[in-house]
């Protein structure tokens, strides 16, 4: 399984931008690359992702590499709201089952 | 439009007993996974459903397992429970994209203490 590397831990303080690396040196041609935070005692949520272009949606932007072997999830603007746990994952892409290997992920911290 | 659905949310086994969760998808979401989050280990992938089939399994042994039912709800069970066995079990569905895009929603978890 094609696996990410993530700092343990970050700071941001309020209301600044925030940019959380990932590396992922043995994607595939056509793995899309996801990310999902986690809130304490929350389950996952689903933030944003993509394959080759940046993207952007109300939450956050994704900066992917040109080679793909690296990404950067941006915060543009943290909130208190937005410390969490968050996780750089691959996902296979073709018809059929998936297997998600989620990882340890980055804690983010949020200073007021 | 409701969220996925975990029941129980808390209880406490003991070594050597056997339990069943439960999880109820958000309305149409035929494609159900259960993962496993524990603090050494993090979230790790045990299975995924669709279709009342399992399609793809984790390396986790004999003792997990699940099933779907036509509803697309699915269960979860684990056998001779051990202490190594508790966890917070995650169980997150999607609508099945060809690409596999589909976002996950995941519920707030099962947790379970083996004793």
């Known amino acids: 399984d094609a696996k990410t590397t993530q700092p343990n831990s970050m700071e941001s303080n309020e209301e600044e931008p925030v940019h959380l690396p990932c590396n992922h040196s043995t994607i595939s041609g056509t793995d899309y690359i996801h990310w999902y935070r986690q809130l304490p005692s929350q389950g996952p949520e689903y933030v944003i992702h993509g394959l080759t272009s940046n993207v952007n949606n109300r939450m956050a932007s994704l900066a992917i590499a040109e080679d793909r072997k690296s990404s950067t999830l941006i915060l543009h603007r943290a909130t208190l709201r937005d410390a969490a746990v968050y996780y750089c994952i691959l996902r296979v892409s073709g018809a059929g089952s998936y297997q998600l290997t989620f990882g340890k992920g980055t804690k983010l911290s949020v200073i007021p | 439009k409701a969220g996925v659905t975990q029941t129980p949310r808390y209880l406490i086994k003991t070594r050597g007993q056997q339990v069943t969760l439960s999880c109820s998808p958000i309305?149409?979401?035929?494609?159900v996974s259960w993962y496993q989050q524990t603090p050494g280990q993090g979230l790790q992938f045990l299975f995924e459903y669709f279709s009342e089939t399992q399609r793809n399994k984790g390396n986790f042994p004999g003792r997990f397992s699940g099933r779907q039912f036509s509803n697309s709800r699915s269960e979860m069970n684990v056998s001779t429970l051990e202490l190594g066995d508790s966890a917070l079990y995650l169980c997150?569905?999607?609508?099945?994209?060809?690409?596999?895009?589909?976002?996950?929603?995941f519920g707030e978890g099962s947790r379970l203490t083996v004793l």
């Open positions: 997150a569905s999607s609508l099945p994209r060809l690409d596999n895009t589909g976002e996950l929603f």
């Open positions: 309305s149409g979401h035929r494609s």
